[in-house]
T-cell receptor, first 112, second 112 residues
Framework: LAKTTQPISMDSYEGQEVNITCSHN???????ITWYQQFPSQGPRFIIQ???TKVTNEVASLFIPADRKSSTLSLPRVSLSDTAVYYC?????????????FGAGTRLTVKP | DAGITQSPRHKVTETGTPVTLRCHQT?????MYWYRQDPGHGLRLIHYSYGVKDTDKGEVSDGYSVSRSKTEDFLLTLESATSSQTSVYFCATAGGHGTEAFFGQGTRLTVV
């Protein structure tokens, strides 16, 4: 997978929009950008995946600029229950390395 | 949720005994992974499989072995459990679309 860099931690308040950015300068042509959410004592949960431009689902939006060297996960109007660790992964298991390693992620704390 | 089942969910074992954890999937996914997670260390990849009988080491493979004799099952064996292998173990499966993966509920293993 491509090397990624994301903030170690972020704080927010309930009702705010949260944007978490991931840098991936050496992204390959076939690579996708994938985000996961992990709550304590649970396995990571797939949130969203994109290749370019913008992807939106019921949970989040993923913004990817034209050069694809970074991406931003956007969580609208967060609540206390969005407090979790968020991981960014960049790769494509079919065409590149199957070795899927997670970094430290971004620990998001939502305050009342 | 993807059909991934880990068993057992909890286990206490003695130092020096062999232990096998099972991951069973009903998604017909090609790729399967075993991770461990300890406080302060995040997710660490132990072993992974890219097909039946095709496996490879991850970043913390010492003391662990795996087997995959059929698509749906991926077994993780601790040949002689040590206290340092006390951890929460997660299994994940992926179909190969980008890095989209699905995780099991985890197995909490305590070695006394």
């Amino acid at each position: 997978l491509a090397k990624t860099t994301q903030p170690i931690s972020m704080d927010s308040y309930e009702g705010q929009e949260v944007n978490i950015t991931c840098s991936h300068n050496n992204i390959a042509t076939n690579d996708y950008i994938t985000w996961y959410q992990q709550f304590p004592s649970q396995g990571p949960r797939f949130i969203i995946q994109g290749y370019k431009t913008k992807v939106t689902n019921e949970v989040a939006s993923l913004f990817i600029p034209a050069d694809r060297k970074s991406s931003t996960l956007s969580l609208p109007r967060v609540s206390l229950s969005d407090t979790a660790v968020y991981y960014c992964l960049v790769g494509d298991l079919k065409t590149n390395n199957n070795d899927m390693r997670f970094g430290a992620g971004t620990r998001l704390t939502v305050k009342p | 949720d993807a059909g991934i089942t880990q068993s057992p969910r909890h286990k206490v074992t003695e130092t020096g005994t062999p232990v096998t954890l099972r991951c069973h999937q009903t998604e017909n996914h090609r790729y399967m992974y075993w991770y461990r997670q300890d406080p302060g260390h995040g997710l660490r990849l132990i072993h992974y499989s890219y097909g039946v009988k095709d496996t490879d080491k991850g970043e913390v493979s010492d003391g662990y072995s795996v087997s995959r004799s059929k698509t749906e099952d991926f077994l993780l064996t601790l040949e002689s459990a040590t206290s340092s292998q006390t951890s929460v173990y997660f299994c994940a499966t992926a179909g190969g679309h980008g890095t989209e993966a699905f995780f099991g509920q985890g197995t909490r293993l305590t070695v006394v």
